[in-house]
């Protein structure tokens, strides 16, 4: 198989998260005979710096020339203070809204060997497996009217929390597909009890329900839904919600497996998928070798499944990042005492190492 990735490795840690997952990819063209092409772009600060705009047109023509893309963060302090258009994040959004990347897949499974990294008790977050499927290109995020104006002699802020029933169709079905090659358990979040949004999500939610009689439809309201992730994750199968409760959610659902550097996405919906670590760019470790590039490598899985049907390669990466956990090598995110500490580079030698056909 030939195929043509645009990869952005952005700010920060995502220089070297992504070089990791490349040499993994690369182990992997080797492996099982494929050739994986790249062509590099500029987004977020990086591209603020050489060329004065978040994300370049360049890069975006790049991205829809391509059968997918990887991504490894935006933003570091060095942009913090520039204007909102200005800002490295604006690189991510406009990604998401261009591809038309209106469904964020965020699984948190817990490795076994693992399980002692985690804030939370063993017999918590032991067995954990959920998908929080978080709204991408919608909400809060992207409403209108929004912004910062004079009233009545003081300044005030203002977003719109809006959705068409389109769009919260088009990510309830894309919530149940997924539940329905697993748990077939889907948890609705929203906050009906308070927001028209949430009532019509609700409402529309039930409604493209009818189409999966396998599935079992529950709902949730999102501050409960916070409690429950802590308290009892085991009961979620498939969390959908809109794009901001998903981006909180997640951050909450990315620590049961003990550390953010672990975590997968794949953004999808377009015509081209995107697939990034759902961590951001760490500026107080970047430069040093110490991030944790499992995140990025299991992205890389979840392109060569979802993008590719390569099922056999994404089950050889995920199956070596176990096998490598298992056999103690830890990055400082999810160190703990009697494991073997080791560098960005490092861990994913020792992936590459683990992966056979
Ligand atoms: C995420 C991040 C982004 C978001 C930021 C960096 C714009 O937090 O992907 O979860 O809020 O969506
Ligand atoms: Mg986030």
Redo the contacts with the bound molecule.
Sequence with gaps: MNKKIAVIPGDGIGIEVVAAALTVLQKIGKTFNHTFAYTKGLAGGAALDALGVPLPDETLAKCRESDAVILG???GPKWDMNPQQLRP?QA??AL?KELGLYS?IRPAKIYSALVDASSLKREVVEGVDLIVV?E?TGGL?FGTPRGIESRDRELVGFNTMIYSESEIQRIARSAFEIAMARGKKVCSVDKANILETSQLWRTVVIETAKEYSDIELTHMYVDNCAMQLIRNPKQFDVIVTE??FG?IL??AAAMLTGSIGMLA?ASVGGSVAMY?P?H?SAPDIAGQNKANPIATIASVAMMLRFSFSLGREADAIEKAIEDVLSAGYRTGDIYTKGTTLVGTREMADHICQRIVS
Excluded: K, P, Q
């Design positions: 963060a935006v933003g994040e991510l959004l998401r964020n978080r991408l995020y794009n901001m981006d997640s951050d996405s990034e759902v951001g």
